[in-house]
């Protein structure tokens, strides 16, 4: 295994270590899509994350990691043991992270027959993919506006339904398939479908540093974790557990945050403004503002929270217009100093 | 500690292959620059000779497949064993020495990617048929970039590399006593390589050396830090010194310079420094704005010194040269060019077939179909036949069970924009066509069409910009075309006609859209007047309709050209007057148009 750069160490790229962060503390919010310039850390960033997430708790000797707790959403063995009132032993294990290749190929995406086992015993087994292991974790796809039209769409289908259905050599399986999808890619080097686009809850822009000192602070503690990664990943142990104990902190109080009905008005004025399409923008909008207060230890969510995370819950939906010049990062903040330009500052 | 060897080379071609060999991986290896094939077999037979022992050198054989790259099912080990038998890939093959790309520029995206994913990880992870496995892929790369024309090395993958070099394939005389003995400091330096120490203010001395030339990102000045320490280490050095620091930004930041550095005391545009060469300077827009940073801020002590090192390091000619592709918005992005040769042969899956007229069996999919029935089979068999069970293949395969590849080819549509940028187009409208154009630009970008731009005045045309999806780029690159100069309508139809058959050699639909005033005054033989001009386009729009390619020919003229009217004629393609009306109007009408070219 090789070592990962610890989250910690990452200098600046502030918004996507956010994103990332809320997805975590709740992943329904959806996925995030990172654009950004070649050799910005995005890929580091979500590696990184991985040594960053608590443990789960997961059914032992279950192949898809299923929810102890979860109800309507097990696997087909799962279902198999509990309907022969099998008792269900817990084990912790670490919520995965899980990289999908360019290169995959489809049957290891979805999963497919065991060849292994058919070719030997004759016995038709299905062999989980990719999707079976991201299941209640994060898949990550690099450079995902390269990846294959058709990959792309099964992706879609299972992040839309949260369940993975494989028919093919005969084997017929249904699994849930619950995964954060974490993208990455740079928009020069190709679009990305906006059917795509649309499933990131939100979606984080990546620039290369341009102040000289935060570049030269990148190169030390890159040189610095080339050069001896135990010494280094030892020294940001405790910033890592600390940032993990609030990342779990932020769970645990998520459920018990409301979201005052002014907040709710703002959200929904400020989605009509901007015209982003459907009712997912403001969803989501409002569910990341509360994974932000929930972060921030506050009592409730105000508008400084929602003005927050606006950006990336937004930036991404507005009515495509390739050609306009300005970021749609900026586009949000333009509409938000217009709606409530004073409010914020006395909220 | 041996001191500091007083016979390390100082020419590029023999310090270069010594620096990868002393950090083969963490500085990724390096782009050589059209070298002649004598002499890149030699750099990667001397960068073998000094590093360790038994470092395999692999060439990548060019259309390599994804498959070979990662690895993936042994079949005949597979079938021999009755289990899955993995095998390694290229890339793991690999591991610990060289690969060789040849022709890098062509690499298809998913080849590219994997070799990113090497470079950056050390590994390679495999996710294919039936296997998941990490393999270490410690790989140090020789790019051979044989780029001709508007080709390049995908920056993706060249930007990972610490050297890019160009090779005249003289270096390569030393004997055997020489080469040893570098193959000893190597080694040393090697060891000592994790010793060593960076000064911070190298770190910063670097990285303000690369800001000063102009290079974005943290991946150049990483490279030099690392480039350094590997000098350092050759040198028996623990710390690096002044010299090491220097040899890194000449070798790493000097061929990375994007505009030299802005002397404090003026304020002059970096442009006007280097005199552009004049064949470059004819035919291309005037020098660009300076890249859109913020002031260099004031350069300190050291960073002065390792400028002039990186000053000194650049070869005349070159800087004006990434001057003039400036405006295309960023150093090339062939990706238009790389999906295009994915889209022949894009294996999808497979079905049911046999392999005969030209298709292909895919073997593995076939064993999958047939695995299932193997008990059934056996059994039948043992009961049909009197062959005793050694002589009974192990695998009972029937025809029904055969599966073959499918292959995709997209026909998806390229969309080639062929633009009057003439002084008579120029002066009157060119702003409206650029107006409609970006309409049409929106228009392809919500039907995924890919774009392509070129335009046409004076002698000759220009490609501005590869086929691609990115529209960003499109409109970037639009908005930089000047105007002016004859209007040599017949040569950009004859260009037009041949890229858009290039477009369909790669396997996509071509449809070519031309604005122009039609007042053509160029012939092709590159003189003026009118009539020879004429006849010439006339003549051009004639072998253009053979080909039966979609056109549509948009009359830029305020009041329609009858020219511009006849060669549309000739062309077969649709003619439409650009009205007066707002570039928004003419969008439906070229997007009907475009309907019924697609249509044929």
């Known amino acids: 295994m090789r070592p990962t750069y610890p989250f910690s160490a990452i200098v600046g790229q502030d918004e996507m270590k956010l994103a990332l962060i809320l997805v975590a503390i709740d992943p329904t919010i959806g996925g995030v899509m990172v654009f950004g310039d070649r050799g910005t850390g995005k890929s580091t960033a979500v590696r990184a994350l991985a040594g960053l997430l608590p443990a789960m708790k997961a059914v032992a000797g279950c192949r898809y990691g299923c929810d102890p707790k979860g109800n309507g959403s097990r696997c087909p063995e799962c279902l198999a043991r509990s309907a022969r009132g099998e008792a269900v032993r817990t084990v912790q294990v670490p919520i995965p992270v899980v990289d999908l290749p360019l290169g995959a190929t489809e049957d290891r995406v979805v999963g497919a027959l065991d060849l292994e086992k058919a070719l030997a015993t004759g016995e038709k087994a299905f062999e989980p993919g990719l999707l079976a292991r991201a299941h209640r974790g994060f898949l990550y796809v690099d450079e995902v506006n390269l990846l294959e039209d058709h990959l792309v769409d099964l992706l879609l289908d299972a992040a839309a339904t949260g369940e993975n259905v494989v028919e093919r050599e005969g084997v017929s399986v249904r699994h849930p398939a619950r995964f954060v999808l974490v993208g990455s890619g740079n928009p020069e080097e190709g679009e990305l479908r906006p059917q795509l686009l649309d499933r990131f809850g939100l979606a984080v822009d990546v620039r290369t540093p341009r102040a000289i000192a935060t570049r030269i602070e990148v190169i030390r503690r890159r040189d610095a974790f080339d050069r001896d990664p135990e010494a280094f990943m030892a020294h940001w142990h405790r910033a890592d557990a600390k940032a993990r104990r609030a990342l779990e902190r932020a769970r645990g109080r998520l459920e018990a945050l409301e979201v005052a009905d002014e907040v709710l008005e703002r959200a929904a004025a400020l989605c009509a403004q901007l015209g982003t399409d459907g009712l997912r923008g403001e969803l989501t909008l409002l569910r990341a503002s509360r994974a932000l207060a929930a972060y921030e230890g506050a009592e409730t969510v105000t508008l400084e929270h929602l003005r927050q995370v606006a950006p990336m819950a937004l930036r991404h939906r507005l009515r495509r217009n390739v050609l306009d010049e300005a970021g749609s990062g900026t586009r949000v903040e333009r509409a938000i100093a217009e709606l409530w330009g004073d409010a914020v500052a006395v909220a | ?600």
Not at chain 2, 194 to 216: H, S
Not at chain 2, 292 to 301: K, V
Not at chain 2, 433 to 456: H, Q, T
Not at chain 2, 538 to 565: C, N, Y
Request: glycine share 8%; charged share 25%.
């Open chain 2, 1 to 600: 500690m041996p001191s500091p060897s007083p016979d390390l080379p100082r020419a590029p071609e023999a310090l270069i292959p010594l620096l990868l060999a002393v950090d083969p991986h963490g500085l990724g290896g390096a782009v050589l620059d059209h070298p002649l094939h004598e002499a890149a077999r030699a750099f990667a037979t001397r960068l073998q000779a000094l590093l360790p022992s038994g470092a395999p050198v692999r060439r990548l054989p060019a259309g390599i497949t994804a498959d070979r790259l990662y690895g993936g099912v042994d079949l005949a080990a597979s079938l021999a064993a009755g289990r899955m038998v993995a095998e390694r890939g290229v890339l793991a093959l690999a591991d610990g020495g060289v690969l060789v790309v040849p022709m890098a520029e062509r690499l298809p995206v998913a080849a590219r990617t994997a070799l990113s994913e090497a470079l950056d990880h050390g590994a390679v992870q495999l996710a294919r048929e039936g296997i998941v496995a990490e393999h270490a892929a410690r790989v140090c790369l020789l790019l051979l970039d044989e780029s001709v024309e508007d080709e390049v090395v995908a920056p993706a993958l060249g930007d990972r590399l610490a050297f890019r070099l160009p090779l005249s394939g003289e270096a390569a005389d030393e004997d055997a006593g020489v080469l040893s003995s570098w193959a000893r400091m190597a080694r040393e330096a090697r060891h000592r390589l994790l010793r060593q120490t960076v000064d911070d203010q190298w770190i910063t001395a670097l990285c303000e050396t690369a800001d000063a030339f102009g290079i974005d990102g943290v991946r150049a000045p990483l490279l030099a830090v690392r480039c350094a320490r590997a000098h350092a280490a050759l040198h028996g050095r623990l710390l690096v010194a002044e010299a090491d620091a220097e040899a890194a930004a000449a070798l790493v930041l000097a061929p990375r310079a994007t505009r030299l550095p802005i002397p404090p005391e003026e304020a002059s545009p970096p442009e006007e420094t280097p005199p552009p060469p004049p064949e470059a300077s004819a035919e291309q827009e005037p020098p660009p704005e300076p890249p859109d940073d913020e002031a260099t801020p004031e350069p300190p002590g050291l960073g002065e010194l390792l400028r002039e090192a990186v000053a000194a390091a650049i070869p005349p000619g070159v800087l004006a040269q990434l001057l003039a592709q400036l405006p295309v918005g960023n150093r090339g992005g062939r990706v238009g060019a790389e999906e295009a040769s994915l889209l022949r042969g894009r294996p999808r899956g497979a079905r049911h077939g046999l392999p005969r007229g030209g298709a292909r069996l895919h073997l593995l999919e076939t064993l999958r179909a047939a695995a299932p029935w193997q008990r059934a089979r056996a059994a039948a068999a043992r009961l049909s036949t009197a062959r005793p069970p050694a002589e009974r293949p192990r695998v009972a395969v029937r025809r029904a069970d055969f599966r073959i590849r499918r292959f995709v080819e997209r026909t998806g549509t390229t969309v080639l924009f062929m633009v009057d940028a003439s002084g008579s187009s120029a002066i009157q409208r060119l702003g409206e066509a650029k107006g409609a154009i970006e309409v049409l630009l929106a228009e392809s970008y919500a039907r995924r069409d890919r774009v392509s731009l070129m335009a046409f005045r004076g002698q000759g045309t220009e490609m501005l910009l590869p086929p691609t999806r990115a529209l960003a780029r499109a409109r970037k690159v639009l908005a930089a075309l000047p105007g002016g100069g004859g209007t040599p309508l017949a040569h950009a139809i004859d260009a037009a006609l041949e890229q858009a058959l290039a477009i369909r050699r790669g396997g996509s639909a071509a449809m070519v859209v031309l604005l122009t005033d039609g007042r053509a005054n160029i012939a092709r033989d590159g003189t003026p007047g009118r009539a020879a001009a004429e006849a010439d386009a006339l003549a051009a729009g004639r072998r253009f309709a053979q080909q039966g390619i979609a056109a549509l020919f948009v009359d830029t003229s305020p009041r329609g050209e009858p020219v511009a009217r006849r060669v549309a004629e000739a062309m077969r393609a649709r003619y439409l007057l650009l009205p007066a009306a707002d570039a928004k109007a003419l969008g439906g009408l070229v997007r009907a148009a475009l309907q019924v070219g697609e249509g044929r």
